[in-house]
C-alpha cells in the first residue's frame, strides 16, 4: 500500500469498537477478506476519491448526509462513512407513517445505532398518505416526500451532498422497469452516481454482499414487510422477474443490466447536451413553466424535435416520458392544430397557432 493508502486505513481502524476490532483479529475468528476492513478501505477510497467527496489524502470534502431507512442497504451506507468518512456525517431519517408501528420502530433503529457510533440524526415525521398529490401514488408520493426531506436536511447542515445506499439489483431492477415502460435512451441509463447534490457510493456492490458485511459484525437491519407485495411493479421486477432471469438464462444477469445502464448513460449524456444545445438555440428559459417558439419547432427534424421535448421536461422536472409518448407529443407539435397533452404527474404541455407551453400544475 501508498503512504496514503495506509494511513487512511489505520484511520479506519482507529474508528472500529473492541469488538470490532476483535472480529477484524483472528482471535475473533477472523472475518472474509472481501469484508475486511483492509478490502473495503480500498473500495471506498477509490469511491470517495471518483465522487469528489475525499480528496487522495482522506481529508473529507465536508459534511455528508446519510439517508438511513434502516435497512440492510442504508444501513451499510451508515457503517461505511462511520468507518471510513472522517467528516461530520448526519443520519437523515424519514419516519413515513405508513406502516404504523413498524415505521415508528424503524425510526428507533436508526437512532440507537447512530448514537452508538456517534453519528448525528435527522428524523423527520410524516403522515405520507395524507400529503399525497391528487393521482399520485403512494410509492411516488413517499419518495418525493423524502427527496424533499433530504434537500432540506442537507441544506440545514450545510452538506456537501446526501448519499443513498442504492445497490447494483437496484440498478438493475430500474433498468428493466425503464425498459418494460418504454423509456428510451435515458430511462436504459438507470440510476445515476451522481445527480445534483445526491450520489450513490455503493451502486457497484450487490445486495447480498451489503447483508455479508453487516452479519459479520453483528448489525441488525430492519426489513420492510411492503417489499414482499408484487402488486407493485418494482417488487414483482425483485421479487419474482429477477430470479427467474438469474436461476433460467443468466446467473449474472444484474451485473450485465448494471454495465449496459453504465453504456446507455454515456449515450443518454450525449442526448442531454444535444437537448441542452437546443433549448439554448432557441432562448428557451423557465423552470416550473416554460414556452416555446412553435415554428422554429416546427422547423426541426424528425431527430431533434424529441430531443428538444425531453430537455424541456428535464428542465421542469418532469417525469421521464416514454418514447411512445414522446413521438405522439412531437408529431403535435409538428402540427399546426391547437391540442392539450398530460405528460404525466403534474406537468401539461399544450399548444396554442404560436406556441408550446410546458407547465408543471398544483393540486
Not at 424519514?94 to 456517534?118: F, M, N, P, Q, T
Not at 448519499?163 to 428510451?184: K, Q, S
Request: hydrophobic share 40%; glycine share 10%; net charge positive.
Amino acid at each position: 500500500m501508498r503512504r496514503e493508502e495506509e494511513e487512511f486505513y489505520r484511520s479506519a481502524l482507529s474508528r472500529l469498537s473492541l469488538d470490532d476490532m476483535n472480529r477484524e483479529s483472528l482471535r475473533g475468528g477472523g472475518i472474509p477478506y472481501e469484508y475486511s476492513i483492509r478490502a473495503l478501505c480500498v473500495f471506498f477510497r477509490k469511491v470517495a476519491i471518483r465522487l469528489g467527496f475525499m480528496d487522495e489524502n482522506g481529508l473529507p470534502a465536508g459534511p455528508i448526509l446519510l439517508g438511513v431507512s434502516g435497512g440492510g442497504d442504508s444501513m451499510a451506507l451508515m457503517w461505511f462513512f462511520h468507518t471510513f468518512y472522517s467528516g461530520h456525517i448526519i443520519a437523515a431519517h424519514l419516519e413515513h407513517g405508513i406502516r404504523g408501528a413498524d415505521s415508528a420502530e424503524d425510526a428507533l433503529h436508526v437512532k440507537k445505532y447512530a448514537d452508538v457510533w456517534g453519528v448525528d440524526t435527522e428524523i423527520f415525521h410524516a403522515d405520507v398518505p395524507s400529503l399525497l398529490k391528487k393521482g399520485e401514488s403512494l410509492e411516488a408520493g413517499a419518495r418525493r416526500i423524502r427527496y424533499d426531506f433530504f434537500e432540506r436536511a442537507a441544506k440545514k447542515h450545510g452538506a456537501w451532498g446526501v448519499a443513498l445506499g442504492h445497490n447494483m439489483e437496484d440498478e438493475a431492477e430500474t433498468v428493466l422497469f425503464n425498459l418494460l415502460r418504454g423509456g428510451g435512451v435515458l430511462g436504459a441509463g438507470g440510476i445515476p452516481e451522481r445527480r445534483g447534490i445526491f450520489f450513490r457510493p455503493l451502486l457497484s456492490l450487490k445486495r447480498e454482499f451489503l447483508r455479508g458485511i453487516l452479519r459479520c459484525r453483528g448489525i441488525e437491519w430492519r426489513y420492510d414487510k411492503t417489499n414482499a407485495d408484487t402488486n407493485y411493479t418494482r417488487n414483482f421486477i425483485r421479487n419474482n422477474l429477477m430470479p427467474m432471469i438469474e436461476s433460467n438464462i443468466n446467473a449474472r444477469a444484474s451485473e450485465h443490466l448494471a454495465n449496459f445502464a453504465r453504456d446507455m448513460r454515456e449515450l443518454g449524456d450525449e442526448e442531454k447536451e444535444k437537448g441542452d444545445a437546443l433549448l439554448l438555440e432557441l432562448e428557451v428559459a423557465g423552470t416550473d413553466a416554460l414556452t416555446i417558439d412553435r415554428r422554429a419547432m416546427r422547423n426541426l427534424d424528425s431527430k431533434k424535435l424529441p430531443l428538444l421535448i425531453r430537455a424541456a421536461g428535464r428542465k421542469i422536472l418532469a417525469p421521464v416520458l416514454s418514447r411512445r409518448q414522446c413521438l405522439k407529443l412531437s408529431m403535435l407539435c409538428a402540427e399546426g392544430k391547437p391540442f392539450t397533452f398530460q405528460w404525466g404527474g403534474d406537468v401539461t404541455v399544450s399548444g396554442t397557432h404560436n406556441e408550446v407551453a410546458f407547465r408543471r400544475i398544483s393540486p
